[in-house]
């Protein structure tokens, strides 16, 4: 499916979109992690890996990056994700309050310190990426049907 | 100071679209932009002269900072403009789809 | 001085983006808006919003282009040119009339007042170990607006769903 000339753009495209599809997964993957440390965080880092299915989807036509997250599963990941971050929000009672940051800090300037923050960078990742995707999703399937 | 009217003229362009415009797109770009004037003037509200981005480093003791609170509320507010761009954008595909048209004067009929 | 640059180009650009006749050179001019208050946000010593702002004005821009590429603007015959003109002045001049009283009260550029953000600024690195005091200030002092943020995305999202669903069921039955 992926070769097919038929569907997506041109050689060129796809080529340079193989290489480079995954760097900008795994950077949107490291800003996510590394929100507390470095400028970033999960909203940034949720679009960049939006950013990169939504360049798998231009590249090589929609079936390609629906056959990577159906549309299902994206509506799926994006109610794990809020419900992630509430669920973070929730733990908070366990030492009293709401979103109260109870886990161990650790060592600042460590990539596994700040506690309850790194969790909750990393559920609004997923929230942002999919819910985003979803949205662009929503709008190159109905321009596929209008042309059918 | 004259930051500040720079940016409320932004404003001023950004309303001039939306309310002089008949076309839904001229119209959802005028938000646009009074969302980015908005965005910029928090943050000019925070700057501090000769200050430093509001993150620790390792070795150092940093104390002239800017003020971190505008960048927070500011960045939370650039991802629900995202969203509401989004949003209004697909009722102005829809509205083209049944009208054929972006006019907004010529929407008027309630068709089915 | 670098600031005035930027922000007399936007200006510039704003001015193209809302009076180009077509629409997909409206919608590049603001790319060129987003671009450079990206760059503003890098001047004024805020690289989160720099690198949130750069990556929300690509998808923003990939969908605008989505949205607006095959379809195209009709010449719109202007009716009531003066009148719409003059309303629109007016609620500009009633903007400005306010925002100079404001204006007044606000702390001069470069001086701002750092109130609550003395208490953040000297205990957030030992309170949450975080070292990056934006992020500290979202998700934990503060993170009651995140979780706003989040639902108001998540209520964008359904919204968009429902509003791009395929048509139902009963036409096809019939």
């Known amino acids: ?10 050689l060129i495209v796809k080529t340079v979109t193989r290489l480079t599809v995954g760097l900008i997964l795994l950077f949107g993957i490291y800003i996510i992690l590394h929100g507390h440390l470095s400028p970033g ?58 979103f109260l940051n109870i886990l161990a800090k650790g060592k600042p300037f460590d990539l596994f310190s700040s506690g309850a923050i790194i969790l909750s960078n990393i559920s609004i990742g997923i929230k942002v990426g999919v819910g985003l995707f979803a949205i662009f999703l929503a709008l190159v399937i109905l321009e596929k049907t209008k042309k059918e | 100071m004259s930051l500040y009217l720079l940016c409320l003229v932004l404003f001023c362009i950004g309303l001039y679209g939306v309310l002089r415009k008949r076309n839904l797109v001229k119209i959802i770009i005028g938000l646009g932009i009074i969302e980015y004037s908005l965005n910029l003037f928090f943050v000019l509200l925070g700057y501090k002269f000769h200050g430093r981005a509001p993150i620790d480093a390792q070795d150092q003791i940093i104390l002239n900072m800017v003020d971190p609170l505008p960048q927070a509320l500011v960045l939370t507010s650039i991802v629900i403009g995202l969203g509401i761009t989004a949003l209004v954008i697909s009722i102005a595909i829809r509205i083209y789809e049944k009208y054929g048209t972006f006019d907004i004067t010529k929407i008027k009929r309630l068709r089915g | ?114 109130t609550v953000v003395k208490k953040y600024l000297a205990e957030g690195t030992t309170k949450t170990g975080a070292v990056n005091i934006v992020t500290a200030v979202i998700l934990d002092f503060r993170a009651y607006d995140t979780l706003g943020e989040a639902t108001v995305l998540f209520t964008a999202v359904i919204g968009i769903m429902a509003v791009l669903r395929r048509p139902g069921r009963k036409k096809i039955e019939r």
């Open chain 1, 1 to 10: 499916m992926i070769d097919n000339p038929k569907t997506g753009m041109t």
């Open chain 1, 41 to 98: 965080g999960g909203f940034a880092g949720g679009v960049i890996v939006a950013l990169s299915f939504v360049h798998l989807m231009l590249a090589f036509g929609k079936d390609v990056a629906v056959a990577k997250i159906s549309r299902n599963l994206a509506t799926n990941l994006e109610s794990i994700g809020a419900m992630m971050f509430l669920l973070v929000a929730v733990m908070g009672f366990l030492g009293g309050s709401f």
């Open chain 3, 1 to 114: 001085m670098e600031l005035h640059i930027l922000l007399i180009f936007m200006i510039f650009a704003a001015i193209v983006a809302i009076e180009a006749k077509d629409l997909l050179s409206s919608v590049i001019a603001v790319g060129a808006v987003g671009f450079a208050l990206c760059l503003a946000f890098l001047i004024l010593k805020a690289p989160d919003l720099a690198i949130t702002q750069l990556v929300v004005e690509v998808l923003c821009l990939i969908i605008l282009i989505r949205a607006t590429i095959n379809r195209d603007l009709p010449l719109v015959i202007e009716g009531r040119w003066i009148f719409n003109t003059i309303s629109t002045l007016v609620f500009i001049a009633v903007f400005l009339f306010f925002s100079w009283l404001a204006l007044k009260e606000l702390p001069s550029f470069g001086q701002p007042l750092m």
